[in-house]
């Protein structure tokens, strides 16, 4: 299976979660907006918020919700956001949905330019039927691609191998935590941090050039 049949299965899975339960947390898969959110404070330790005129990529933006969070949370004025989902019909709502907001959406990945930082939230937790030895495969090139387009920084979550048996569901990947951090310090950057504190069944790397 290749990466583009990967992309579009995903897609086609975050669509559907669109049309049932339209513009809300559920609509991109995630239970409440308090998860989301608590999710969104650790990958946000990436950013020295003090720090003016930097980029920030939103890689798998869904509806654009990070965006929102950081406005409503004052953490800075000075910066410029960029939106990517692989969602054609996720990044058209985010735009009507943030259309008085400064920022700048894009569905097709050719189309990204380097920035600053950029932060990844949920987007390796879905893997449906693919082989879990393909899916890791489509994970680590997406890091080494995250990593090109970040000049100063990335992070990114995912499900943690540390949940609860009886809970973990077939279609879902849990990741053990300790293989990439192992990753991403040895490809990426001496200054990686895993944030597994936070009471999700789920861990945050944060990785500082």
Request: proline share 1%; charged share 25%.
């Amino acid at each position: 299976m290749n990466k583009k049949r990967i992309i579009n299965e995903v897609a086609e899975y975050y669509d559907d979660k669109l049309k049932v339960h339209g513009a809300t947390p559920k609509g991109v898969d995630w239970n409440s907006l308090e998860s989301q959110e608590l999710r969104f404070v650790q990958l946000m330790k990436l950013i020295n918020f003090d720090e003016s005129n930097f980029t920030l990529l939103d890689f798998g933006c869904g509806l654009g919700d990070l965006l929102r969070f950081i406005r409503l949370s004052n953490f800075s004025n000075g910066y410029k956001y960029t939106g990517f989902d692989i969602s054609k019909e996720m990044i058209s709502q985010a735009a009507k949905i943030n259309q008085n907001l400064d920022a700048h959406w894009v569905s097709d990945e050719a189309k990204l330019n380097t920035y600053n930082f950029t932060v990844a939230s949920g987007i390796f937790n879905v893997k449906q039927e693919v082989e879990t030895e393909i899916w890791e495969n489509y994970i680590l090139e997406t890091l080494n691609l995250m990593n090109d387009l970040s000049s100063e920084g990335f992070a990114f979550n995912m499900l943690t191998s540390y949940s609860d048996k009886d809970y973990m569901k077939d279609y879902l990947y849990y990741a053990n935590p300790a293989f990439y951090f192992d990753y991403c310090k040895n490809n990426f950057s001496k200054n990686v941090a895993l944030l597994h504190d936070y009471n999700l069944y789920e861990f945050t790397l944060i990785i500082k050039k």
